[in-house]
């Protein structure tokens, strides 16, 4: 009964953690076509969750262990169980949604790899660890990704500028980039369904399998938990994967949205399609040449690559530190969460409960927290700047129009846009008033005035007579 | 331990193949942009250039493009979109076994 619950809540929570898998990633490939314009945000995340929801039924692979070799598994070593899982977990999914809430695209893997390393610990002690795996697969990348991948789209950037860069002062077609960059962050999309959400489907169907080894004593599997001969999924597994992580990346991590499109520097369309080339560049190269690099690392490097490609354009370096310090914290933070849950897990069927109440508060918080600052598909990425871009905002009708511009008509502004028109205007509104005010009272200070006279007039008068 | 081969290989095959596809669909959007030939004035000589432009939210002027710059302009398109096949061929395991 109690290995029962687990596993059930093993299957919830992996579940789960492929849902904020899904809206953690959907800035990786869709911040840029969002921030420059050639894809509207809610079509975007659409078209990232239906690729993401058929590059998971597409994927034929799952992982043969859990934590990548990063924990010695297996014979000799130590024997994942799913109460590690579930506190592995629990460890990821905390650290997933605090770095959502602070707008950090971070890496959804190294999350998992950190809370089942935390859990691990608790359980095994350190030599549990494979050390020169951790240094290959989680130090290493972290800083080869960017690097790879920021000097990638550095190179790309300023080739596509130096090609399409006119000295005769006609029009250079620019904008045209952004018919590529639909296809170029659909390949990233696509390829993020492929790799990610097998993740958890190896999640779920090794606890399913650990689950088998450990009840073998006289315990009957209900007919749902087997797995197919050859260690692939169950039919339900790939379906439930793949819907939670096309949810998750429809919900659209607006905020990582707005640090990759906006926050990191002002994209352009050709920047933009530079970027993401790169992105899918350098994705594809590592998995099929084997040296794994994380994507939400090649992503953000791309984007800080080809913002030091474009002339004047500026990188946020201060944003730059922000990201860097969270992946520097992603193992740490994840894995003390994934122990801390691991030993109150260690109480028993008590522990567990409490950990998923404590887990599920936890969840509904950050939710509620992150409704004083609501980000969504209406204000990821403002309205640059006002006069740079072109736009210009009309004041003195009530409402917002579309402007003809040099490059045809802008789209209707975003709400935050928008409230900006309203805020001045309320300004203007609340200064006329007050000029009246005053007006009114000079007004009435004559008027008193000229009354006080007459009066003294008509008593001079009245005196003379 | 680390293997630096494979990053390297990664590393030049990332940097060369997005330089080919964009590289590629710059082109076909430079090709797109060919103005219509200059006309010659009465006295002989060309019109005279504008300032150098490097705008980014330009699109192209349809105008008198010439036949050749259109058709090349196609071809460049037509090996981009190669590029998108070979990355979603790339992608999906099935096709590559």
Known sequence: MELTLIVLLVIVLALFFDFTNGFHD????????????????????????????????????????????????????????????????????????VTWLYGLPSSSSHALFGGLIGAAIVGAGFQAINGPVFLSKVLIPMVAAPLTAGIVAFTATKIAYAITRRHDGKKDGRGRFRYAQIASSSLIALAHGTNDAQKTMGVITLTLVAWASMAQGGEQLPGWAAVAEDGGPPFWVILTCALAIALGTYSGGWRIIRTLGAGLTQVKPAQGFAAETSTAATILASSHLGFALSTTQVASGSVIGSGLGRRGSTVRWRTVGRIATGWLFTLPA??????????????????????????????LFIFWRSRRNRVDHSNAVNVPDVAESGYAVRIGSSKVRKVPTKTGTVPPLTSVAQSAVREDKAAREAERRAAEEREAAARAARKAEKRARKQQRQQNNGDAR | MINWMAFLIVFATALASSAVVVTLYSLGIRFLATPAPKARRADGSFEPDGPSRDDEDDDVDDLGRPLWATVAANICFGFSVICVLVGIYLIVPALHG
Request: aromatic share 4%; no cysteine.
């Open chain 1, 26 to 97: 959907t800035a990786n490939a869709m911040a840029t076509p969002i921030a420059t314009g050639a894809l509207k945000p809610k079509t975007a995340v659409l078209l990232a969750a239906i690729l993401n929801l058929i590059g998971a039924f597409l994927s034929t692979e799952v992982a043969k262990t859990i934590s990548g070799g990063l924990i010695n598994e297996g014979d000799g070593g130590v024997l994942i169980t799913p109460e590690m899982i579930f506190a592995g977990l629990i460890g990821a999914i905390v650290w997933n949604l």
């Open chain 1, 334 to 363: 994840a894995g003390a969460v994934g122990a801390l849950a691991a030993l109150i897990a260690h109480l028993g069927t008590v522990g567990v409960i409490i950990d998923a109440v404590v887990g599920l508060a936890f969840i």
